[in-house]
């Protein structure tokens, strides 16, 4: 994995956000692929446990951040103001130069901030500890906006919701796979939105893949989604395609 990060062996793809009123691509989110010489290309579900045991987390997303910058910017030049959103783990959110990192990227690659999105799950906000809202607050301060992951899965108090600057929140997939077939996660479907929407949230749903989910969506005031509906993960070059 050390090699991969020295021989340029990873890649970035790049999933589309749709405004659901509009149809529009709004923005994107980056996703690491591992273009393994044996293996093919491996998805993260391969390979980041270990580079969190590695230790390899931190220098594997700074690299991510970077990266997915420089494309957004050349989006921008290229007409198409995609916001790009990019995971945050946790090790990268605890480490010390996570704001250096965040302002090099931004710096290095002439991406507004405004144009950045840091997605960070339940878990970091738990892990945290006391740091938590001193170093969203410094980020917010960068100008980026902050969203959470695959919210409505994790067992943290909603009470963060007031006390920390989230800007969005992200409907885990395994609620939007039952819309239509399970009440029960329609009902937390339409309970987050509410939510998010009272604490002057937006909201965008992920794992979208039928017209029916997103209708449901569009009814429950849902802002965003992404999802096979819309387009699997692609690489830049196909995504501008997209675009055009």
């Avoid at 790049?14 to 691509?25: L, N, R």
């Avoid at 993960?233 to 997209?242: F, M, P, R």
Wanted: glycine letters at 10%; aromatic letters at 6%; hydrophobic letters at 45%.
């Amino acid at each position: 994995m050390r090699r991969a990060l020295e021989n340029d062996e990873f890649i970035l793809e790049y999933q589309p956000e749709i405004d659901i009123a509009s149809g529009a691509m709004v923005g994107v989110e980056a996703l690491i692929r591992w273009q393994h010489p044996e293996l093919g290309l491996l998805k993260p579900e391969r390979f980041i446990d270990v580079a969190e045991e590695c230790g390899l987390m931190i220098p594997i997303g700074n690299w991510v951040l970077l990266q997915a910058c420089r494309q957004g910017r050349r989006w921008h030049e290229d007409g198409h103001p995609l916001v790009v959103a990019v995971n945050l783990s946790v090790a990268q959110f605890l480490q010390k130069n996570l704001l250096h990192a965040v302002a090099e990227a931004l710096r290095a690659s002439g991406l507004a901030p405004a144009c950045l999105e840091l997605e960070i799950t339940e878990a970091v906000l738990m892990k945290g500890g006391a740091s938590v809202a001193e170093t969203l607050q410094a980020l917010r301060r960068l100008g980026v906006s902050l969203t959470i992951d695959d919210f409505g899965t994790g067992y943290s108090r909603l009470g963060y919701l007031r006390a920390y600057p989230i800007d969005k929140l992200k409907i885990d997939r395994s609620f939007i796979r039952g819309v239509g077939a399970a009440p029960d996660d329609a009902a937390v479907v339409s309970t987050i939105i509410a939510m998010a929407k009272g604490l002057n949230m937006k909201v965008i749903a992920e794992g979208v893949e039928t017209s029916e989910q997103l209708q449901f969506l569009r009814g429950q005031g849902c802002d965003q989604y992404q999802g096979f509906f819309a387009s699997s993960a692609v690489l830049a070059a196909e995504l501008g395609k997209l675009l055009q």
